[in-house]
């Protein structure tokens, strides 16, 4: 998996668009996919704010195969593969690995709540050794306030020591910088790629020595934050993170999933983004457009779009 | 979907077995179903207990064909078809209603947490409209401590009144009284099968009008279960109650799944029996030992076995 380095930087977790039917929309799909390529951010695919759990394994089977087919790269992407059900998890790995994606986004499985950390090593053992790979690159998934199952640092540390090399990073969303902190300390030095979940910890996490981040709004102003990560060492880098910020706060004001799709369908001039699967529903009208104001007053754009 | 009338009484959220590869097994399945129906109880396969979101749609599928090609009844079967894709949940309600099940047990997609009744509630609707059948048998499944996802009473109300006879009950796993009471006043008039979800509630139930329970001790006291839900207006119903709450209250000290296969494991001789797929652990040697030794203080056995 992956070339010649590590994948790092900026991902974006790749909205997905649907069609009146509900059905994931290839061609709206490939086309974000590489105005986001262009803009300098890559495609964490199959995330949190992909919709994934809401798609079927073989519907996102066809969506990562319709993205490499049409020429985009899978070097920058790291496609989410964590189900309930590890044989799902395996199926959905082997196939982003047979596709030479970088890395996978694994999600613990998440049904099930205070499972001890002993069945979530043994569900995350259970894939790398069916899998059986050597070029498999495991990014950890860590969202609590969604998942309702943390990945503790005791656990990071026994993934570890038993697959070096095979367990590659993790994204952090707990929100919780002291986490994040703990992450790069501890396991950052020992080629563990700690990405923060939003771009709001994005100067702290490069600062503490880490990859990058893996961010929802990387959907809709991803060439700022990529620039960000490239220029962190500069002198204007905390002036930089402050504009971002305050383009998140409006989004953060909205349920994201919904915003962002709005925001885009607006830029694009086409209404038909603005839809999600159940259960998230759109946003109201009379959101949508206090939101596009809201970015406007802000001074947002999606340019090249 | 069902045949004479609305399914009833008790019924077994059936426990899954696997082999030493994880895969299910269908033989030991079979085995154990059938023992369950002699026992007077139906099958409430790809419950919670039955580690049904651990499996994949395929595996779900092919358990269900090998229970009713070996002969066994579907108009006892109210099969869990709920995932977080509602493609995956048509494609299993589907299959449910082409092989006659009695009626499908529905959690609400669960990954996102705090989304509104609107998603949730076009979540059932677009499975309800896709799956496109008079006769489905929709039973919601209300267990907020696993799937963070609650069922609410005005969610309730709205299906209700959209569709009418295809929304037939609920199982009601909160573990709060109040709310099984409410539900029991409200819908239970209105050919709305209120269901505990554990004999714990089960004499309650029945007084307060509602239709029986779904329950994981059901896998291992079945018979006993079934006579109260068929003799609870005798005078010695409270007894028969707290006999059951005696045996419950055993289970109720290990992790439920693994001890309830432990028992099973022991009481069959069967040790491939303890087997459950990750993220859950099998119970340790020595609890094994204390949960049997336990569970012969308290009278308990597995007759016919």
Redesign the interface.
């Known amino acids: 998996m992956g070339g010649l380095g590590r994948i790092c930087g900026v991902l974006s977790p790749v909205v997905t668009p649907f069609d009146s039917e ?1 059905r994931p929309d290839r061609e709206r799909f490939v086309r974000h996919c590489r105005w986001l390529i262009d803009q300098g951010v890559g495609l964490a695919v199959f995330g ?1 704010n992909s919709e994934a ?5 073989g ?1 996102k089977i066809a969506l990562l195969d319709a993205l490499i087919d049409a020429g985009l790269p899978p070097a920058r992407m790291m496609p989410g593969t964590g189900c ?5 998890s395996v ?1 959905l790995t082997r196939h982003a690995l047979r596709r030479r994606c970088a890395g996978v986004l694994m999600l ?6 205070g ?2 950390d ?3 090593f ?2 995350y ?2 894939i790398i050794e069916r899998v059986g790979e050597s070029d498999l690159r495991i990014y950890l998934y860590h969202i609590p ?5 943390p990945i503790s640092l005791a656990l990071i540390e026994r993934l570890l020591q038993a697959y070096p090399g095979t367990i590659a990073g993790i994204k952090d969303s707990s929100g919780d910088w002291s986490n994040t902190q703990a992450m790069l300390e501890r396991f950052q030095p020992r080629e563990f790629d700690v990405f923060a979940g939003s771009e709001t910890f994005l100067l702290a996490t490069l600062r503490g020595g880490g990859a990058g981040c893996i961010t929802a709004t990387g959907n809709v102003n991803p060439r700022r934050i990529a620039e960000l990560a490239r220029r962190w060492r500069d002198p204007d880098a905390d002036a930089r993170q402050a504009a971002l910020d305050t383009v998140r706060t409006v989004f953060q004001q909205y349920p994201m999933i919904p915003a962002l799709k709005a925001a885009i369908a607006h830029h694009r001039a086409d209404p038909q983004w603005a839809t999600v ?5 759109e946003l109201l009208p009379l959101q949508q457009s206090a939101l596009v104001q809201a970015l406007e007053s802000a001074g947002f754009s999606m340019p090249g779009l």
Do not use: H, I, W
């Not at 309930?84 to 799902?88: E, G, L, N």
């Not at 699967?277 to 529903?281: I, T, Y």
């Open positions: 509900l949190t759990n809401s798609m079927s394994v519907e309930c059900a590890f044989t799902d199926e613990p499985p998440f049904y099930y709540k499972v001890p002993d069945g979530l043994r569900s053992a259970e306030p969604v998942s309702q199952v699967r159940p259960p998230l529903v």
